[in-house]
């Protein structure tokens, strides 16, 4: 199972590609440009590569082999329609600098999905340019910084729920704002007092996710929402959680200020090992004027438009910057709307509904074996929140999930959230049939009794997959991130 | 619903166990006045494959594609062949529907793909190491500078007139917020780069010095003067590649003392895309690893001692480290990256150096042609595989009305430095492989009228 | 050469340890003057992926596919839309690049596909079981006559004038060679089919009567009666099934007493190719299994009782049979049965009625449009998604003046028989779900104009 | 390991596939036609379809994960070049009936293929409809017999050597002749004098393999022919084995006059685990009128014309008939045109090079270990063959084969030929790199070696595959073929 890499399979000065061969000597003026060698890399036949690649292939896990119930993550069924839609030249070959006119219908996309977007969620605008969640996170940052600026103040503080993705913190700072934590409640909710006191004069805004990572719906969003625009501030809300309620709740009625979206969570763009994602972020009426370039917009005349620099005066020419060299994630925006076309408003709603009901149902399949520290709290939404807290003294969470492995899943996600001690955060999506969810819960149960006998060979799992345990620590101690096996020669 | 397995006798059975009455019970938590009772007004319901894909086959059909048209654009993207083999392979489901490698026992095939990426990537750049990827290469080009401020802890990056202009927007953009300092050049049109200019602007609160290689204009600034200068006063140089098919003719840079050499990646394996996703590339010397931004696959060993990868000092990145990250940057762009890996690994150095060598041959020959038209003169005569051409007009409208005759022909520069009225005759156009003789002839005869018509 | 991956120092080193001097010398068998020296003449040389794509791109683009016009054809070939996900799991490499699964172990995969695949086509048939499949309907056809014959012990086959033209040629083609005797009953431009013609035609001397279900003018014939009379004379009753999708609302003919069902599975998964690969369907009774042509897959275990599937009853076959094998089929269509059965997977028995349902409504609609054209009449009131029509001169002109049009506008009876004058104003005209009400509509302008045309 | 059937998977009444509803009432003239019931054909949702599907493809061995040394099989590389070119709608979505205007493109394609096969044959003609290897054997054999009517006789011998294919007497047979044998000389070759005395007025002709299944050139094939010839005769030779000489050497001037071409072996079109295949028939002037219908023709003008039962008598008055419902495997010719054209004449005469060289390599890399009974006859063509003589007592051919399984490889054609006892048939193919043979010659020498140590664990490979071996008795003695299980209930 040991794949050679591609430097130990290939040799220098081949190729695996015909290239015609150039007709012209190099230019003079070329000359002393010129590279003295070309880079060191092997090419490898097609066939070679063809293998190469399809045997690595054949050491990942994907959601075409089986569930990937990582809370927060959202990874559900990947269609192949849209994967399909996406490779039609002309949304594949086109360039982001033709002339509008041989665009127009990659506009189209743009604009349709946007408006997709601020039905869904209920708000005046969205920004389709940032590349990813974090991105989104960004930029609608900046869209208050924006309208604070615009408002002559000059606030710093954003408050987190400690509860929040890892990427909110960071994101706020990144824009130069100062985080200050919002403790939760011990039912897994923003302290609402513990808010109201943070709020003032020097609060640009909040940072709140919904629902929120304990899998819970945050009932009093509204209410925050109030609050907080009383005080002049506004709010982010992240949509990494969009899943639960999209198609049945819409943001923009409890009061939020921009929220960025994830294609590639709620609207299926496929995840990749990594990425590409996409981030939109949808805006109230309060911040839609700062959405950044290049912006689409439908005129008056029905027309699709788009504003980049060169004519920004013509309507939209608040926007804060630009985030990106182009459109932003055109291959995703085809995705996710044939995605949205494919469910229309029906289909959505029952997005959010398969997949609460699904989420409930493992909570309630395993509260009796595992510790459900907000099981009491009431329904979940798209995640079943779990922890180490019932398990023997030496079984850790990570056994759990590294046992998993074995069992022939991918782990749910591992102590996330922060607030719960060993936290197994587990989102089956709506995608997982209840045959699919009896079998993980069937291995779960499993996974919890050998626990429960203390098997040993849980702390050294997984036995069954490509490789065992690695060493991770020796990887950060003295990083070795290129091949450099030829050069010990 | 084609996509979704539950069905109605599963839901009534699971409620039972979830000791609900119905699916509206669960979202009991949602304030009475925010609960839609039905699918939202206005919008279409679901709707069959067949129906989608007519949807979305007719507003493609409303683009001109790049295929169906002479087409000579580049200016930060560029149309080359991709092989087959590799939109086949990262369609592997394996490839394409995982996640972040975080469990790294069942994700070798993301990871071992990533390891040699990086060393693709250094390889090519002449860096000591790469990272991951990032989103693109504007945004890599930001992480860079700040990268270069966490390094030097200075704060005032000098950005070369020959910067995509796009890129120096983004720049500008995330330095309003961060409050950075940004010097930025005023592009101008003539023969040479403005390295001089350059160097004349760094001094001893410079942190780096950002410099696109070939420029936007399509020429090639000096590396080596300026790396001098930047490091004399202890500033790092940044080297923006836009067309990574360059490096298999030009010098790399890192060879030339460049410090962090980013760029984008689409040129290999990934496509035009109507400008995304697209792929940030990042190198730079190994003494910045742990400042370095993105993700970072590392070799080790498993409980077997068998050779694997994992992902590698994720203390740096914000799901982790928080408000202390080194970067905003998340997901990346993995999958672009396995598409840019796969084709390199086709290719290899041989292979890169002969695809250079056919852009470098059929841009020659597109100059020669172009250039006997009356009023049309090159810019510089050293380039790569990307010229700007002078008209006798303004180049926005000649690039709308070759537009009109179903050619794209080149991206003008005012539509690019909207702003510099003394750029707007310039025209920026590229030739590929992909662009065959005839291509070439059809553009020149085009442009040919459009001049002409003008004189009329 | 980018699919061979010898470099000239592994040929080398190759030839060292072959011992021979060079490659030429391995050839020494071949007489001299057979040895050709270089290239073979007047042909190209070798070329990239994009020259080949041009080169093919440009003929692909001489042909008017069905998706850009209003597409009414069918006898015998259907334009189904097949789902996305059908094409890309066929592509996967351990299903695409596998061989016949000889080696079981390593090849449950393809195995159970096929046993999933036999058990589909004998339950749409109707039938206790069915084969792994055929080259194409018609060579399915013609195996199932000679099995008739082994089984019966009888030559004798009566063709109905229902048959496709081209099946019928098929069988007439084989029996010439075989000596078999074939009865072909001439078609009729009538509403009815000729079950009485077919019955009068069976004696004690017929092994096989052949009828298709609807048939090639898209009616529809009484299969108990004729299985009644064949079974009478101890003759088998074969039935033809061009559209399997009809299946979804006719009866299968397993249950109206048909001894085999041999039939056409392109309409599911597979397309419409210009005629090939098509995958032909054999299913039949329980009791003739060792008379079957064809390969078949079969349930068993392995060493440690796990379920597992493998080839079957291969002792029938030629590979192994030689002089006495059951049938000529080797190769078979393997990835076409893969793509049929993934489809109806996704489909289900469900999916398929409902399938059927649309197609049928399309055509009503499709009828209802055209027989108001003046001269256009409706030869059978009962089928399903194929009529014919009769008009007021030669179809072949009409449909040529239609394609003259941009309409591919059915398929003319004097196409397909074109000895018979006296079916010649006969059109057939098909529609599927893939048929919008603007096709529609533009097809009865189109028809009706090219009619008046004539009149003019 | 185990995967579900669909059967178990999903239920009846469902579907995974959105069809439009029907505005309109089945038609009542249709009513007594109708279904009782749909098919007990469960649908499963997408998400199910996909991970079934690709769990299902991963317990095959296919050429993407490495060598397929099938002999006589010729399994090579299948570029994804000429899958993208035959899934172009223009050939792909266009019906085998559209006016002859409307497919031209298609045409051109048939008839430059045809060109190729002609001209890399140096023969006069070609048969594109046949479906498959046997089945073009088939339409050589008809062609014969349609010569053969045509002048007024009615041979009724064909003579075929012991070695041949077990598809050649079949064919024979089938199509009406009598099929007598020709011995094969110690070498491995056909045995001249012994066939030369069988020739008379009575045989028809000869079918022979050449290269044949024992990886031989036969060097008196055009003595053969013209002895076969001058008694009236023709001469059919099998072209299984033609990636051998491919480019190098050209059957019609050896005196073929019929020889078939497998495009899924020569011309790498992907076999797909059984097919679909494609087997033209190159004929030569005596046999070219006699080519079944459809036939498509380059006329003077230059243009090409498509010959069916309506216009037979504009040029192809001849025909024997027809062999399949439309114009044979589209699909398969455009995947071979692609394949041919990225080779060229010169990448061709390189495949049929490369291909004897690794043959040879292996055929003398392991002749120490394993007996290669013709190992002294020379070299071998395209492929390498081995027989179990030298292996102990109790160990076979089938322990090696199913020994290979667990070193990863696919195993090689075992017990064909049928001259050599516990035959072993290796044919590496051109897409091999030296650094795989490698590989695969030290898993061989490795099984060797177990096999002289007498390794019992040898007996009841494979120990690492999806399965072990399975009954095949069982399945065959008491067949099932269709899934019955809700039957039982």
Request: hydrophobic share 40%; charged share 20%.
């Amino acid at each position: 199972l040991e794949e050679a890499l591609i430097f130990e399979l290939g040799c220098e000065g081949q190729t695996g590609v015909d290239i015609e061969p150039a007709s012209k000597a190099v230019s003079p003026a070329l000359a002393k440009f010129r590279r003295k060698a070309a880079p060191a890399l092997p090419g490898l036949s097609e066939p070679e590569a063809v293998r190469h690649y399809t045997r690595l292939s054949r050491q990942n896990y994907g959601i075409d082999l089986g569930p990937f119930p990582l809370g927060s993550c959202t990874m559900k069924h990947n269609p192949r329609l849209n994967e399909k839609m996406a490779r039609l030249p002309g949304f594949a070959d086109v360039h982001p600098l033709q002339p509008q006119k041989t665009v127009e219908g990659a506009l189209e996309v743009i604009e349709q999905l946007a408006d997709w977007l601020m039905k869904l969620t209920g708000m005046a605008s969205v920004a389709m340019s940032p590349k990813a969640g974090a991105h989104g996170e960004l930029c609608g940052l900046l869209c208050i910084r924006a309208a604070l600026d615009a408002r002559g103040e000059s606030r710093e503080i954003v408050l987190v729920p400690e509860s929040a993705h890892g990427t909110n913190p960071a994101t706020a700072a990144f824009a130069g704002f100062k985080v200050q934590a919002i403790p939760a409640t011990p039912e897994g909710r923003v302290d609402l007092e513990a808010l109201k006191e943070k709020l003032g004069p020097d609060v640009a805004g909040v940072m709140i996710t919904n629902p929120n990572t304990c899998g819970l719906f945050e009932p009093d969003l509204k209410e925050i929402a109030d609050a907080v625009h009383e005080v002049g501030g506004y709010v982010y809300c992240d949509g990494a959680n969009f899943n639960a309620i999209v198609g049945r709740v819409r943001p923009g009625d409890l009061g939020v200020d921009a929220m960025h979206i994830n294609l590639h969570k709620t609207f299926s763009t496929p995840h990749g090992g990594g990425g590409p994602g996409a981030g939109p972020v949808v805006l109230s009426e309060a911040l839609a004027p700062y959405a950044p370039l290049p912006f689409v917009t439908r005129g008056e005349d029905g027309e699709v438009r788009l504003v980049e620099e060169e004519n920004r005066g013509e309507g939209h020419e608040r926007a804060f910057g630009r985030m990106v060299a182009f459109h932003g994630q055109m291959g995703m925006f085809t995705r996710a709307l044939a995605y949205i076309l494919s469910h229309g408003a029906d289909g959505l709603k029952q997005v959010s509904e398969d997949a609460v009901l699904n989420a409930n149902y493992i909570l309630r399949s395993l509260e009796d074996v595992l510790e459900a520290p907000f099981g009491k709290s009431g329904p979940c939404m798209h995640e079943a929140l779990f922890s180490d807290a019932g398990l023997p003294e030496g079984i850790s969470t990570l056994d759990i999930a590294k046992g998993l492995i074995d069992e022939g899943f991918h782990p749910m996600t591992v102590y996330f959230p922060l607030v719960v001690k060993g936290a197994m955060l587990i989102e089956p999506t709506e995608t997982e049939s209840k045959q699919g969810l009896d079998r993980f819960i069937a291995s779960m149960r499993n996974l919890a009794q050998r626990a429960r006998e203390q098997d040993e060979s849980l702390h050294t799992a997984p036995h069954f997959a490509p490789r065992r345990r690695l060493d991770e620590t020796r990887a950060a101690r003295k990083p070795v991130l290129v091949w450099k096996g030829d050069e010990a020669a | 619903m084609r996509y979704l397995p539950l069905t109605p006798a599963d839901r009534s059975s699971m409620l039972e166990t979830v000791g609900a009455s119905s699916v509206d019970e669960l979202f009991r938590d949602v304030p009475e006045a925010a609960r839609l009772s039905g699918p939202i007004a206005g919008l279409p319901m679901h709707a069959s494959e067949m129906a989608v894909e007519r949807h979305l086959g007719k507003l493609a059909a409303k683009n001109l594609d790049a295929g169906s048209a002479p087409f000579f654009l580049g200016a930060g993207a560029y149309r080359h062949h991709v092989p087959a083999s590799v939109d086949h392979l990262i369609q592997r489901g394996e490839f394409l529907t995982a996640y972040t490698p975080y469990q790294p026992e069942i994700a070798q095939g993301t990871l071992q793909v990533l390891f040699e990426f990086q060393t693709q990537v250094a390889r090519m750049f002449g860096t000591d190491i790469a990272n991951a990827s990032m989103y693109d290469g504007s945004t890599a080009c930001w992480e860079a500078i700040l990268m270069a401020a966490r390094v030097t802890r200075k704060g005032k990056a000098v950005l070369s007139g020959g910067l995509h202009p796009h890129y120096g927007e983004v720049v500008r953009t995330m330095a309003k917020f961060t409050r950075d300092e940004i010097v930025s050049l005023t592009p101008e049109l003539s023969a040479q780069t403005d390295d001089a200019a350059v160097i004349a602007a760094i001094d001893e609160t410079t942190s780096s010095v950002v410099v696109q290689y070939p420029d936007i204009m399509g020429r090639i600034p000096d590396l080596e003067a300026i790396a001098e200068a930047a490091h004399a006063a202890k500033a790092l140089l940044i080297v923006v590649v836009t067309e990574p098919v360059a490096l298999g003719l030009l010098e790399a840079p890192g060879h030339l003392g460049a410090d962090v050499v980013v760029g984008e990646g689409q040129s290999l394996g990934v496509g035009l895309q109507f400008g995304g996703p697209y792929l940030g590339l990042f190198g730079c010397r190994e003494k910045f690893v742990r400042q370095m931004p993105g993700r970072l696959c590392g070799e080790t060993v498993d409980a077997e001692g068998k050779r694997g990868f994992v992902l590698t000092l994720s203390t740096r990145e914000q799901h982790i480290r928080r408000e202390k990250a080194t970067s905003n940057i998340c997901t990346n762009s993995g999958l672009c990256a396995l598409a840019f890996s796969i084709h390199m690994s086709l290719l290899g150095g041989e292979g890169l150096e002969q695809l250079a060598a056919i852009n470098h041959d059929r841009t020659q020959a597109l100059v020669e042609r172009l250039t006997q038209i009356p009023g049309v003169s090159l810019l510089s005569d050293a380039y790569f595989n990307e010229v700007t051409l002078v008209l006798p007009r303004d180049a926005r409208e000649v690039v709308r009305e070759l537009a009109d005759k179903g050619i794209l022909g080149g991206v003008s520069l005012g539509r690019l430095f909207p702003e510099q009225v003394d750029l707007h005759n310039g025209l920026l156009v590229t030739a590929t492989e992909t662009v065959t003789l005839e291509d070439i002839e059809e553009f020149a005869a085009g442009l040919a009228a459009v001049l002409e018509g003008e004189a009329a």
